[in-house]
């Protein structure tokens, strides 16, 4: 019998695994009312739209659609990026998913013990990168007025420092966080990079769904604020499908050519006619075509889910009011226990995610994030009458 | 100015960049005769043949082949590989490209100052990953007779143990090795199997141009001897095509378990849609019939590289004559630098991969590597004589 153990990294004992992956693994996603994924509905992948675009990409690039690419990414794809947000070629890197951008910043910045800072509670993946490599998380309360904003993380910094700890960088979601649906002022945004600056840190702005808004205005990047010390970190998953598992990292060349070296011995490169398809798909004007669809379809399903709550949600349930994104987050009263009650949940047919999962410190207890894109919206009707069915019982 | 090197990691100090991937950035390959890549020929895309099978996905799955996937990968190409390789479907992980595997089992295994052994040369993409964990990479001299294979690994292990020094894993490429073309004997597969038994480390079987074989009769995989600790990575790079990043690794559940849980926060899952594609294209027979081609293809030009050699190379220059794979190795009198030839050889429009790139030791200056897989016969040819007359002058 083979001791694995003994031949593990230090990094593996670090490792922990994401509850809602399980979940996936656990139950099929269409058998019950599942507001626990992340996930875009599939009636925003116009089928015969893809089917169309990858003829075309055979047809335009024939063989070099499916030969080795550019570590960087494909040109064709870069340049419509660039063409999009306003940003220099040499800045954009092609990633094999942003996830996959998450992690690679985290290894390029972060040694075991170093800190990265991040709102709490915040993307459960992220906190799965930062932890596999040994660095210690530190959570900021997220969304206090803005005064108590700068207060709450130039406290938690100062503590750092005074322990002689060194923060890499911030890890932040500026638009309909995840998981609490919230987005932040121009002013937070400003505060962020007064702070970095001041405290010699990066910033890792992580912008998947920046581009579902459904109501207000947009507010500036973090990364236009200060490019020099941002890296903002963009999806094909949210505005295309995640099924191609692409995303873009914009940076300083400096920064970008670690993570490029380091892509070369990650994967090589990323997918590449997926890459091309994504090109092709964005540069046609589809994607934007399709995105004004999606958006309509998930304005309507956040109102119905707002005004479902509304309506059968018992007395001391409160949920945040997102102005884009995949979800909404609810907080109950102190005693609730979402974890525990995760499986009476199930039984009955109703998934959704424990908010502890995404607090950095076990706290979030009396929280569960709600995603609302997934379901058609009559699933959501059912399946809030029962979650709120379940709850009006046990609270 | 912002002082980036003070926030990079310590990994970041080990990274280096692909001297191979380098070229490709430097020069247009269809400009010039290139032995350098290892890229397959696009004449082995069967571009119709993937058009059908992808309007076949989209019609079969639907939205699932572009939504989220499973972590281990999307079970309809679990199954085809499980029955095509004989391995139980809970061994069987799918990566984001071999490179993933190379790089993921050095991440669960190898700690800063751990050892990896490999033969010397080995493959540079290997030797990247290996290095940038600052894991140290042990080479052993790579093929003399089957006696002196067993007291050269012995002599390095041994001077390691002595040392003090963990050995956590052997990397071998046992079919037609890149760079030399070489493949190891059974009798050489199981000292391997029994030097990992004595010793306590596992063997990362690397195997992306295993069903790439000429003449000659297969040899029993590494992981057949010992399936309880070796990890065997496949490759879809070679026998469908590497512009879908996909490939695979079968190992012991406890040793896969560790590689999923990482997977989940390197990038989630690997691309869905090229999943389905290539369940698609080995499940329907396409794949098998397609390689029989690319077969006999890379047979007519291995063939073709041999006699050319032989007809034009001058004195003093040997070469590997390899049963299979994508690459032949030459050996020039000790005295010939290859790298500093190779901005001669670049100036008249051939490229080649200096060997010593490959060496673990910085030895291997007279060596160079040259696939035969990727140019047309004639440019084969033309390419030949025209290093050939290069050399000639220079030797």
Redesign the interface.
């Known amino acids: 019998m ?3 153990n ?7 004992h670090s ?4 509850p809602v ?1 399980d979940i ?2 656990r139950v099929d996603l269409n058998a019950i009312y599942s507001f626990a ?1 992340g ?2 509905s ?2 925003t ?1 116009p ?1 015969d739209q ?2 169309a675009t ?2 075309e990409v ?1 047809d335009k690039y ?10 960087q990414g494909v040109t064709e794809l870069r340049e419509v990026l660039s063409a999009r947000y306003g940003v220099p070629l040499e800045r954009i890197q092609i990633t ?2 942003s ?2 951008g ?2 690679v910043c985290t ?5 075991p013990g ?1 800190v990265v800072l991040t709102s709490n509670p915040s993307y459960l ?1 992220a906190l ?2 930062f932890r ?2 040994r660095a210690e998380v530190a959570g900021v309360p997220y969304h206090p007025d803005a005064d108590g904003f700068k207060a709450a993380y130039e406290a938690v910094i100062e503590s750092l420092f005074a322990a002689g700890r060194k923060i ?2 911030l890890y932040v979601i500026p638009d309909f966080q995840n998981p609490s649906g919230e987005t932040l002022s121009l002013k937070e945004r400003k505060i962020l990079v007064e702070l970095a600056r001041r405290y ?3 910033i890792v702005e992580d912008a998947p769904y920046r581009e579902l808004r459904y109501s207000g205005e947009p507010v500036p990047t973090i990364y236009s604020l200060a490019p ?2 941002v890296l903002h970190l963009g999806s094909f ?1 949210k505005i295309f ?5 692409l995303g873009w990292i914009f940076g ?1 060349p ?2 970008l050519d ?1 993570i ?3 892509k ?11 890459q091309y398809v994504a090109a092709e798909f964005m540069g046609s004007g589809r994607l934007d075509r399709n995105l004004r669809n999606s958006i309509d379809l998930y304005r309507g399903k956040r109102d119905l889910m707002l005004s479902l709550l509304e309506r059968n949600m018992p007395a001391g349930v409160k949920w945040t009011r997102p102005e884009g994104g995949l979800f909404l987050f609810l907080t109950m009263p102190e005693r609730f226990d979402s974890v525990a009650f995760y499986d009476t949940a199930l039984d009955a047919g109703v998934a959704y995610v424990a908010g502890s999962f995404f607090h950095t410190d076990g706290t979030g207890r009396n929280t569960i994030r709600l995603n609302f894109s997934f379901m058609t919206p009559e699933r959501i009707e059912k399946g809030i009458v029962l979650l709120a069915g379940l709850l009006r019982k046990s609270l």
Do not use: N, W
């Not at 024939?62 to 570590?71: E, V």
């Open positions: 083979t001791d694995y003994s031949l593990f990294s230090e990094d593996t490792f922990f695994r994401s992956r996936f693994k994924g996930y875009p599939a009636e992948f089928l893809f089917k990858m003829g055979i024939g063989g070099k659609a499916f030969q080795y690419g550019a570590t094999s998913s996830q996959q998450i992690d290894r390029i910045l972060a040694d170093d993946g799965q990168s596999s490599y890499k960088f010699g840190f990066l020099d010390i998953s499908a995640p099924g191609f598992r300083h400096d920064v670690k490029y070296v380091c070369q011995s990650l994967d090589l490169c990323p997918p590449v006619f997926d």
